[in-house]
């Protein structure tokens, strides 16, 4: 394809690799961000984020001089729009990022321009949201101006994999700017690429996370009911999942990051009386910091303990540095209220509330230690160690992540999310009667 130039607006987990990708296939491109630190960074070819090796490919797209960094739109032949769609706090949908940055590109968009929202955006935003704003430059939209929307499907930690191996969805205002814009993700995109119209766009990708949402909500009622019942979910999920059509989720301590958790609430926002499964899912997830935190009341009972709680792990999922949503940030908060002392370690993230400097000042005199996040890094603790500098020597796996025998043999009594099987005040109650 002809070389283009390329405005990309928001410079984020997805922006940025975005615009990068766009530069080392020959493009030429500008990323604007409204942070001057972080077009600062990609100017000097530094990244404010953690994925793996967007360093070396943002370096090499600065080194080629095909992408530079700006605080303000500038002409182009393409505008992608990449920019937040966070929740308030009443569980609507923020638009006012995706209407910014629109209202900056209208005095730079020209006739025969492409215009494309990537942002994860409520059905209906491209037509009654963006559209509007982009007809105040006089152009014709899907004559003069195409404009359409291609959600973003990318996994973080394999962001770069899978923004090139991904199939895309490409939803037109019309069917010329679909092509259009089909033709500009060719340029490195190496799955398939399917046309449509740009709402049905939009429901797909806010559906594809519900769908996971839900599933999730299923797992961890199910989490509950097994703890009620005194089983072991994870046995269950096993053995259900050996059935040719069944594919049970994964409990957990809740759902977080800005998809998953975000997501469903755009199709609540915009058709309230209809999707009721999909707001008590996003509620059933919700709930889980409450449950999380509930269950170390009932294990710590009475106890004289200082009751400091040590977590490792805050953020949303495994091996990144994203808290964004993290229903651990939630449970650090939901302890916090309950009067606990909480001293949270992450090897990924950093400036979180409670964070402590180091494992050892986490764990040192807590009366509990809880695997929040499964990072890898999180196996290779001395947990001989570990257990040596807790009081309280419990350990609570919200994952079913650790080796439960090695946890033991290091000392711990261990109970494990949505395991009604093993108490952990009945074991030491068994131990004081030996
Ligand atoms: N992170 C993911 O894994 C992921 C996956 C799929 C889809 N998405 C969606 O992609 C969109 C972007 O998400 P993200 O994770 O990259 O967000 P992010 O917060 O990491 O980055 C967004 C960037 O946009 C910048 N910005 C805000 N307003 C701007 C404006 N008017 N002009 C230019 N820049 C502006 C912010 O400063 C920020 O740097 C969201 O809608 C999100 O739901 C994200």
């Known amino acids: 394809m002809q070389r283009k130039k390329i405005c990309v607006l928001g410079l984020g987990y997805i922006g940025l690799p975005t615009a990068a990708m766009f530069a080392t296939h020959g493009h030429n491109v500008i990323g604007v961000d409204v942070r001057s630190k972080v077009v600062d960074a990609l100017n000097n070819a530094k990244i404010t ?18 992408l530079i960094g700006s605080t303000e739109p500038e002409e182009a032949d393409v505008f992608i729009i990449a920019v937040p769609t966070p929740i308030t706090n009443d569980k ?28 994860t955006s409520p ?22 101006l195409y404009v359409g929307h291609s959600p973003e499907r990318v996994l973080p930690g394999k962001i770069l994999m899978e ?36 709402t049905t766009a939009e429901m797909c990708k806010v559906m594809e996370n519900t769908f996971r949402d839900v599933n999730i909500a299923l797992a961890n009622e199910l989490a509950k009911i097994c703890e009620e019942t005194g ?11 050996k059935h040719p059509r069944v594919n049970i989720h994964q409990p957990g301590p809740g759902v977080g990051g800005h998809c998953l958790a975000v997501d469903p609430w755009f199709i609540v926002e915009k058709n309230p009386k209809t999707a009721g499964i999909i707001k008590m899912a996003r509620q059933t997830n919700d709930s889980m910091p ?3 935190a509930d269950a170390i009341d009932g294990m710590l009972g009475e106890s004289d303990y200082s009751r400091k709680i040590c977590i490792l792990g805050v953020t949303y999922k495994a091996d990144v540095d994203d808290t964004r949503e993290s229903p ?30 180091s494992l050892e000042e986490a764990a040192s005199e807590s009366e509990m ?21 807790t009081k309280g020597k419990v350990f609570f796996d919200l994952r079913n992540f650790m080796d439960r025998e090695e946890l033991e043999r290091a000392g711990f009594k261990v109970k494990v999310l949505g395991s009604g099987k093993v108490d952990v005040k009945e074991a030491e109650a068994e131990d004081m009667a030996e």
């Not at 089983?231 to 999942?241: A, G, H, Y």
Request: charged share 25%.
């Open 49 to 66: 984020i953690e994925e793996p090796y967007l360093d070396i490919l943002v370096q090499a797209a600065v080194k080629s001089e095909n």
């Open 163 to 198: 923004l090139v191996g991904n199939n895309r969805i490409v939803g037109g205002i019309n069917r010329i700017s679909a092509e259009k814009i089909k033709d500009i993700y060719k340029t490195f995109v190496n799955g398939e690429i399917f046309l449509t119209d740009e």
């Open 123 to 144: 059905p209906g935003t491209v037509r009654d949201v963006l559209c509007p704003i982009l007809e105040r430059s006089g152009l014709v939209l899907g004559e003069e």
């Open 369 to 389: 230690v809880v695997l929040g996040v499964n990072h890898e890094a999180f196996k290779k603790i001395n947990f001989t160690e570990l257990c040596r500098l």
């Open 231 to 241: 089983i072991d979910v994870w046995e269950v999920i096993r053995l259900c999942n």
């Open 92 to 119: 609507r949908a923020d638009m006012r990022y995706v209407v910014e940055a629109a209202e900056s590109i209208v005095p730079y968009v020209r006739k025969g321009n492409i215009v494309v929202l990537e942002s």
């Open 328 to 357: 651990i940030i939630d449970l650090i908060s939901v302890l916090g209220n309950r009067g606990y002392e909480v001293a949270a370690y992450d090897p990924h993230a950093t400036k979180f509330s409670c964070e402590a400097r």
């Open 290 to 292: 409450h449950f999380v």
